[in-house]
């Protein structure tokens, strides 16, 4: 069974930093290009990051110079370093990996992924 599962949410003060993680099972995720996804509540799922096959990666504007998105193969896991963190990220917080496009692919669209996680809640306030 392919299944995607993040941990690593919580509440913390703004400026404070947290670190997503993103497990793989059941399928390979280094043939996979990753992309997280934050949503609240009554809004759609914005893209926040995303890593191709080959390590290339790109960042939404609100989150450029804060977030770093990461993959460590051998550990089939994916993950995304939060800094400095505000109010405004304050969302549940979804992995996603596709097996689409080339190597050097990657997307923050939302209909190109295939397997989602189940989402972790990131909370910044004071």
């Known amino acids: 069974q392919l299944q995607l599962v993040e941990s690593g949410g919580g509440l913390v003060q703004p400026g404070g930093s947290l670190r997503l993680s993103c497990a793989a099972s059941?399928?390979?995720?280094?043939?996979?290009?990753v992309g997280w996804f934050r949503q609240v509540p009554g809004k759609g799922r914005e893209g926040v990051s995303c890593i191709s096959r080959d390590g290339s990666t790109y960042y939404e504007d609100s989150v450029k110079g804060r977030f770093t998105i990461s993959r460590d193969n051998a550990k089939n896991t994916a993950y995304l370093q939060m800094n400095m963190l505000k109010p405004d990220d304050t969302a549940v917080y979804y992995c996603?990996?596709?097996?689409?496009?080339?190597?050097?692919?990657?997307?923050?669209?939302?209909?190109?992924?295939?397997?989602w996680g189940q989402g972790t809640q990131v909370t910044v306030s004071s």
């Open positions: 059941g399928f390979t995720l280094a043939y996979y290009a």
């Open positions: 996603a990996a596709t097996n689409k496009g080339g190597w050097r692919w990657y997307s923050l669209q939302e209909y190109e992924y295939d397997y």
